[in-house]
Structures are given as C-alpha cells and as structure tokens.
C-alpha cells in the first residue's frame, strides 16, 4: 500500500544545479518509494514569467527530463510528465478562475515577491497573477494529498486548500485539502554565500564538467578574515566548508580544525573539495549524456507518462464537470 499521492512539479526555467538535487530532487527520489508519485514539468509555468522566450522552452524541458533521469527519479516508479500536454489543466484552471476572488491571488506574498524579484519584466498580465490557480488546478486534478516543495511554495498551497475547499462546498465534496511536505535539508547555499540562485549566478549545474568544477570551486567565497595563509579561519562563515559538510562529511571535523588553526590553506581546501564533488557529480553527468544522447528513448518516457497523467486528469475532469451541472448524458 503507498502512503498516498504525491504531485510536484518544476518549472522549466533553465539547467538544473546542486540546489534543486538536494532541496528537492533527492526527496522525490526517496518519495517514490512509498508515494504513488506525479512529478509535473511545468512549462505553462514557465511561460507566466518568460512568455518573450518560448523558443527555450521545448530544449529547457528535454533538459529537465534528463537531469530528472539522472538523478534516479525511475520512470516505473513515478509518473514523469509535462503540464501542456494534459490540456485538461487548462480546464480545470477555468473553472477555477470563474470562483476564485481576486483579493485571494492579490495578497499571496509569493506573488508580491516575484513581481519585486523579477523587475525588468512586465509581470503585471493575467497569467501571472493567475499563477497559483494554476498550480492547485495541477495539484487538484490529480487529487493529490500531498504535496513536497520549498518554503516559498506554502502561500501557494494554503490557496491550493482554499480552493478545494471552496469547491467542495460550492458543488461536491471531491478534492482532498492536499498538504504541504517540506524536505529536512537545510538550503544548500551557492558558491558566494548567499541563497543559492540563477539569477546571482553562484550555482553549480548538474551538467558541470571536472575541469569548470575545478574552476568554480576555485572561486568560491572563504573566510573574508584569512587574507593570509597564516591567519586563522572561521569555517562556520565559508561557502567551501558548507559543502564539506556535505559532500565531505568524513573530514569535515579536520578541516575545521586545520582552518581555525591555520594548518590548511584555502587552496588546499578547495582542491579537496573539487574532488569530492567531482566524484559525486560524475556518474550524475554520465547518465545524464546517455539520456541526452538518446532522444527518442528520452521523449518515450515523457510520452508513457503523459499518457498515464491524462488518464487520471480525466477521470477528475468527468466528475468536475458533473459536479459542475456541465455534463449532459447523450
Ligand atoms: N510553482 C512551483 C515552483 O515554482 C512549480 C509548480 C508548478 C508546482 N506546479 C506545481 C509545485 C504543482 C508543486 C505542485 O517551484
Ligand atoms: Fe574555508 Fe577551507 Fe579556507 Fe577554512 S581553509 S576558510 S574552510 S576554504
């Protein structure tokens, strides 16, 4: 018996990095053991916010498939699939748009947010704002209980539950209020210290070969106090020992304390670093080729998916539209 049902799902903006792999890729990963899981590319999502570049979007979505593969989500285990191609989201979306009030979708503090984050692009259009109702109708049609994202996504689940439970009092009790499931992996942060993101461009893509390993490692941000190989360090302010600690874990106790001491160089440091990660990024990267390499067999499995996902959006489609007072029996 599976503990429930899982949909999630990413928008395809661009490459994939270390951040997406343990923030949320690892998690589906173990999920789709014990979830029955739907792990939806989003790429309508994509296009509320980069509508200008729908040219990327098709290579940004073959991307997503193979990073996807490659980090083990198993396509007899999940159902992998793309948003667009179960138009019956459109619908559902409609349907929701004719009951959702707008204040709802005005004050969600992920929308205020995006709308600051991404100046220079015109957000202010009906897509955008509609963003969330969206996101439940793809949660919604496939009666999903649960739901694993990031902390940015909960505002868009507590709306997800205020339209179920909108509808079920409006017309027929059919949607499950679907929880949130945030993963116990503190933020991985990027090559600068900061959040990790690609808009600051201090990311480390899944894709990256030894040789840009090496190079992005090599400038990553240390202690600002070790000016000198001599000064002590502080590894608890260091992008690099934040990586140890996870992708090093048996030495990081001795290299934060070669660093306090001064007994390690931030070279040093980083080379070692370089290593680890290029042994955890290498059999990522070779599986990754085999799947972009082989494109027929790669757009199958989207194609087997998507073939299961409508199935289940409609059968949700039928009993909304009878719900509804829409369905006339011929
Ligand atoms: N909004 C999500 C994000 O930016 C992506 C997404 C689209 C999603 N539809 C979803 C996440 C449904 C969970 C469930 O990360
Ligand atoms: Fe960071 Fe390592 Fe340099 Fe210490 S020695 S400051 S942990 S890079």
């Known amino acids: 018996m599976k503990a429930g049902r ?4 990413m928008r395809p903006t661009g490459k994939l990095h270390l951040g997406h792999l343990l923030g949320v890729l690892k998690n589906w990963v173990e999920l789709q053991n014990s979830y029955e899981c739907f792990f939806e590319i989003a790429d309508w999502h994509a296009l509320t916010t980069h509508y200008r570049e729908t040219e990327e979007v098709k290579d940004n979505v ?6 996807w593969l490659a980090v083990g989500i198993d396509p007899n285990k999940a159902v992998i699939f793309r948003q667009s191609d179960i138009t019956e989201h459109a619908e559902l979306f ?3 748009s004719m009951f959702v009030p707008l204040p709802w979708l005005e004050r969600n503090p992920t929308y205020k947010e995006q709308l600051r984050e ?3 692009r015109d957000l202010f259009t009906y897509g955008f704002l509609g963003y969330p109702v969206l996101q439940a109708a793809d949660i919604l049609i496939y009666r999903a209980d649960t739901v694993p994202v990031g902390e940015d996504q909960l505002p868009h689940l507590e709306l997800t539950r205020e339209i179920a439970r909108r509808f079920n009092y409006f017309y027929s009790p059919i949607f499950p ?3 949130a499931k945030l993963s116990d992996v503190p933020e991985l942060v990027g090559t600068d210290g900061r959040k990790m993101s690609k808009s600051y461009g201090n990311t480390i893509p899944l894709d990256t070969e030894e040789e840009e390993l090496k190079k992005i490692v090599r400038g990553m941000v240390t202690d600002p106090a070790r000016i000198r190989r001599n000064d002590p360090g502080h590894p608890e302010v260091c992008a690099v020992f934040a990586y140890h600690k996870i992708f090093n874990k048996d ?3 001795e290299i934060a304390k070669a660093c306090r ?3 390690i160089g931030c070279v040093e440091c980083k080379m070692k670093l370089s290593e680890k990660l290029n042994s955890f990024l290498t059999p990522i990267r070779e599986k990754r080729k085999i799947y972009f390499n082989d494109k027929k067999t790669t757009w199958d499995i989207l194609f087997e998916g998507n073939k299961k996902a409508r199935e289940e959006a409609r059968k949700t489609m039928d009993i909304v539209r009878e719900a509804m007072g829409l369905k006339i029996k011929w």
Do not use: H, K, V, W
């Open 94 to 96: 409609l349907l929701f």
């Open 118 to 120: 991404m100046e220079g």
């Open 6 to 9: 899982i949909l999630s799902g």
């Open 177 to 179: 209020e679907p929880q």
């Open 261 to 263: 001491r001064a007994e």
């Open 62 to 67: 073959f991307n997503m498939i193979c990073d």
């Open 251 to 253: 030495e990081t106790e």
